[in-house]
């Protein structure tokens, strides 16, 4: 994997915080429900996103386990379980019409006083999801 330099400016991402994703790979990538007849997606909103290294937190999803050493603060210790960031090409936002993965795109729309406004549209019904 290529190291990025140090000093470069962070990507932008399509998916923003409290986004509801998708998640399209890994161990919770959908699956066929032969009960439902249909495919069973695993969804979650976006806690928090890191632009540098591309990844994104989201709500419920990648659990991994942490063995945590008895602190003052957690005079217990033992097993926590937490979310793991996911990489941003691993998760779909989720479109508010369909409730499927849908891609995103760009669009200026006008705003107040008759300026350009940037903003997301899911591409499948090209619903606008920034308010």
């Known amino acids: 994997m290529a190291a990025k330099k140090a000093n470069s400016k962070p990507n932008k991402l399509h998916i923003k915080k409290d986004d509801v994703v998708i998640v399209m790979r890994g161990k919770e990538a959908p ?7 249909k495919k069973v ?6 806690i928090k996103v890191f632009p540098k290294e591309e990844r994104v937190l989201v709500e419920g999803c990648n659990i991994v ?22 990489h941003v090409s691993n998760v779909m936002i ?10 995103i ?13 940037k903003v ?12």
Do not use: C, M, W
Request: aromatic share 8%; hydrophobic share 15%; charged share 40%.
């Open 31 to 37: 699956y066929f429900d032969e009960k439902q007849g």
């Open 41 to 46: 997606y695993t969804k979650g909103r976006v």
């Open 65 to 86: 386990k942490k063995h945590s050493r008895p602190t003052q603060t957690n005079p217990q210790g033992g097993i926590i379980e937490k979310e793991a960031p996911i």
């Open 94 to 103: 989720e479109d508010p019409k369909t409730k499927q993965p849908t891609r």
């Open 105 to 117: 795109g760009y669009k200026f729309i006008e705003g107040k006083n008759g300026e350009k406004k």
């Open 120 to 131: 997301r549209y899911a591409k499948k019904s090209g619903e606008i999801l920034d308010k």
